[in-house]
């Protein structure tokens, strides 16, 4: 008796479970289909270089694409630096609770919500700094967003190399910089580029913060202080503000999501021969 | 009094040339002239105390071994010699240390010097993710040696001293943990002898290692006499008597640390004076 | 005697000035958060002060041209928007993450993965741009005008989703093989196995990941502001169209002046406290299972 129960028990479950991942799937490739077939037409050459006319509804994303690499360029000028300074600091230089604030604090930079850091970058950079809505504005936004995503996989690849390394490093009489600069740096390599790649994945998708940041402008710009259009914000133009413009809506998204594809991949890769580079013994 | 700590430094690690000689033997070994002096050592971890009350002398020149059972402190001895345990989070160090007359446990010690003359291999191989002549001529670099031919001249002898030269010579850009085991620990003493030490401190170097590269490590030890000031570690009775000039014996009593018994090997093996320390070699305990 | 202390770093000249320069940059970072949170409070300031701040939960409604500043309808729509989306995705994505670690062919298991990941990087527009043009005409036919609170949850499930079915998959992947082997041992079914030993075992790390989703779905503004229709009433119904309080930010900043500015940074403002209330909690369960 207790035998049938089982098995009826066990085959619901299994129905469920499938059921769910079936219906998780299906929704995804719903939408990814949905996406390549409408934007599919789109993707050509001239669509990548040229300017958009009229509005957006015909052209390309030429301009975009440039204001949106600027972008990501200003923000990656930030965050590289200030983010390798900071999990340093917290792998090799500080524990307990210093560390532990140092800690939150990123946490809770990294909980919050976009919009918000649109309004910060808007009053901080754009009004209080006077860099006005330009790229600049967009990117140092940007770099704020993606420290503390940046430094939790810094530091967490920093604090996985391996303690006897840090102590064969000492015991030759190595100073920490030396030891960091050439064996733990490279060593946690594979976890800072995919640090670096999460980073870069969550500017790219980034739309409130910029508007209020770098602009809608869509023509391509001379200078970083110019105002320019990212991608993720021509997107948004083109769905709510244009009518008709949702065939080149669903080709800028087309465009965004192999970038992105591309990101991840590059970053897979790359990760991968630093870590062939070190056979490892054990 | 700091200029005169680092005068003295200074002095004192300036690279001593030893000349390469093959296996030396022979009875009278090593001169019993004290080259570290501790006096009423005690260390500690996070207020618990794992080792009270050190005092001992290692000889110029000799091979000296800490045998004992495990957990009663003699890496923790080891490692206060080149003040490794610096790095060791919640480690107190009480008491005097003293290599060539300088005291190591002041804190304005020039402790990289330190490291550089007293150099330190690991039970674990732990050569660098870097190529073999890399995991050489890095250290050396950071330490001032910036001339190619230097450098080239360096790694070589390191590479020779250790009976890895003829092995490696046509790959020293390959990756170092592409080695075996007993080739890494091998490295590994290179790579400290590449720094001139004169005082080299092993912590169990041959007990992650298969029989025959424990074998040929050993042997390498065997030749460093004289050369060099080492105190080794281990677990292998036998070995210790193969390879030491002097021993220390060292026992856990109410859960601390601390020295029984010190004096040459072979009458601290044969005749002992202490019941714990025979009890020991004698395989009765321990 | 001389006593040595516990020093992380080494007494070389070139170590302390590296010391000094990335504890600056830390410093810098953590000023960071302080800067936000002041700015935030400064700029909201005028509406906050007085007791000024008890004007958000009373009044008529939101009609900033007359200085009316309730927002507790869009308060609401945000809370029964994150709750729903939670709802669905929460039970959907240890779902999954459990027939990815028990029921799935072995063949599948990387590709579907990949394809969760990848999922967690598209960006909220697109979502968005979706979400309007399949969606809500979809919603539409069914019940009019489509735009409303349930394709904001719908949308919002499947943006969260991923994050709750990799961050349980991980905390399932994590739970010893050796329980679960034990577990089949005393001859426990699969589904013994799962919802006896995996899940309970697995529960700290699937509540993180739940609560990761929630700060998500809190903070989501374009994939909502796009869906969900935008008029501030209070949801009697999922077919209501409302608006949430981030796309009420993003669409009244770029003409808002005055008060009705300082009132959108204080709605800002209960955002990030709501936020920074669920990161702490999100800590204190990691600390507490550790405990």
């Known amino acids: ?282 | 009094m700091m200029h005169d700590t680092k005068k003295l430094w200074r002095s004192a690690v300036l690279p001593t040339s030893y000349t390469l000689s093959n296996i030396e033997q022979g009875a009278a070994c090593c001169v019993p002239i004290p080259q570290i002096q501790v006096e009423n050592l005690s260390v500690s971890y996070h207020g618990k105390s794992v080792l009270e009350g050190v005092s001992l002398d290692i000889n110029k020149g000799c091979i000296t071994a800490l045998i004992g059972p495990s957990g009663c402190g003699k890496t923790s001895f080891l490692s206060t010699l080149n003040r490794l345990t610096d790095l060791i989070p919640g480690c107190h160090m009480q008491g005097r240390i003293n290599i060539d007359g300088v005291d190591v446990t002041d804190p304005r010690l020039d402790v990289l010097a330190l490291r550089r003359k007293v150099g330190m291999i690991f039970q674990k191989p732990n050569p660098f993710p870097l190529s073999i002549r890399r995991n050489i001529e890095m250290p050396l670099r950071e330490h001032g040696l910036r001339q190619r031919s230097a450098i080239d001249e360096r790694v070589e002898r390191a590479l020779r001293d250790v009976g890895l030269w003829e092995e490696v010579r046509d790959r020293l850009d390959a990756p170092a943990l592409a080695l075996s085991g007993g080739q890494q620990q091998r490295l590994c003493i290179a790579r400290a002898l590449a720094l001139e030490p004169s005082i080299l401190l092993m912590d169990e170097p041959c007990s992650a290692l298969d029989p025959i590269a424990s074998a040929v490590v050993e042997e390498l030890i065997q030749r460093l006499r004289n050369r060099y000031t080492v105190v080794i570690v281990t677990h292998n009775l036998a070995q210790a008597r193969r390879v030491a000039n002097f021993a220390a014996f060292f026992w856990m009593t109410e859960r601390v640390g601390k020295l029984i018994e010190f004096g040459r090997c072979q009458s601290l093996f044969d005749s002992p004076s202490h019941d714990l320390t025979a009890a020991y070699v004698t395989g009765i305990s321990g | 005697m001389i006593w040595s202390r516990h020093s992380i770093s080494s007494p070389s000249r070139a170590d302390a000035t590296l010391a000094r320069i990335t504890g600056g940059i830390a410093l810098a970072v953590v000023i960071l958060l302080g800067l936000v949170l002041m700015l935030l409070v400064r700029e909201s300031w005028p509406v906050l002060v007085d007791g000024g701040w008890t004007r958000f939960f009373v009044g008529d409604g939101w009609f900033p041209s007359s200085g009316q500043f309730n927002l507790l309808a869009m308060l609401w729509a945000t809370l029964a928007a994150s709750l729903g989306a939670l709802f669905v995705a929460v039970p959907l994505g240890v779902l999954s993450a459990v027939f990815s670690r028990f029921y799935s062919p072995s063949w599948l298991i990387m590709p579907l993965r990949r394809v969760m990941v990848l999922l967690a990087g598209i960006p909220s527009v697109v979502y968005g741009l979706w979400g309007l043009t399949v969606l809500v005409p979809l919603i539409a036919n069914w019940e009019p005008p489509g735009a409303s609170l349930l394709s904001a949850i719908l949308i919002l499930a499947l943006m969260i989703l991923p994050t709750v079915a990799l961050t349980s998959e991980a905390a399932l992947a994590a739970v010893a093989t050796s329980h679960l082997q034990g577990a089949a041992a005393l001859g426990l079914s699969r589904t013994g196995i799962v919802l006896g030993v995996a899940l309970p075992a697995a529960r700290v790390g699937i509540l993180t990941g739940a609560l990761l989703a929630a700060m998500r779905a809190l903070g989501e503004t374009m994939a909502v502001l796009m869906v969900a229709g935008n008029v501030v009433q209070t949801p009697s119904s999922l077919f209501d169209p409302v608006r949430v309080l981030t796309a009420n930010i993003a669409l009244e900043m770029p003409y808002a002046a005055g008060d009705h500015r300082a009132a959108l940074f204080a709605s800002g403002l209960l955002l990030m406290l709501i936020v920074t209330v669920l990161a702490w909690l999100a800590g204190r369960i990691g600390t507490h299972s550790n405990a």
């Open chain 1, 1 to 282: 008796m207790l035998k049938n129960s089982f098995r009826l028990n066990d085959l619901l479950m299994t129905i469920i479970v499938w059921l769910s991942a079936a219906l998780v799937v299906g929704a995804f490739l719903w939408l990814l289909s949905d996406l390549t077939l409408h934007g599919i037409a789109k993707l050509n050459w001239s669509f990548l270089v040229s300017a958009p006319e009229n509005a957006g509804r015909d052209g390309g994303i030429g301009p975009i694409l440039v204001s949106t690499l600027l972008i990501l360029g200003v923000a990656l000028l930030a965050t590289i630096p200030l983010g390798l300074g900071t999990a340093v600091y917290l792998s090799e230089f500080t524990s307990g609770a210093s560390a532990r604030s140092i800690r939150m604090s990123l946490n809770v930079l990294a909980g919050v919500p976009s919009i918000v850091f649109g309004l910060f970058g808007n009053a901080l950079f754009c009004i209080w700094l006077g860099l006005g809505f330009s790229i600049l504005s967009g990117g140092l936004t940007l770099a704020c967003m993606m420290l503390p995503i940046f430094i939790r996989s810094t530091e967490a690849g920093l604090s996985a190399v391996a303690t006897e390394w840090r102590h064969g490093a000492a015991a030759l009489g190595l100073t920490q910089a030396a030891a960091l600069w050439h064996v733990l740096l490279p060593a946690a390599a594979p976890a800072i580029i995919a640090g670096l790649m999460l980073s870069i994945g969550r500017a790219l998708a980034e739309t409130a913060a910029l508007i209020f940041t770098s602009g809608y402008v869509d023509r391509m710009p001379d200078s970083l202080s110019d105002s320019g259009r990212a991608l993720s914000v021509h997107i948004y133009d083109l769905s709510m503000n244009v009518t008709g413009g949702d065939q080149s809506a669903y080709g800028s998204a087309l465009v965004l999501i192999i970038l992105l594809v591309v990101i991840n991949n590059v970053a897979a890769s790359l990760a991968n021969r630093f870590l062939s580079q070190r056979i490892t013994s054990s």
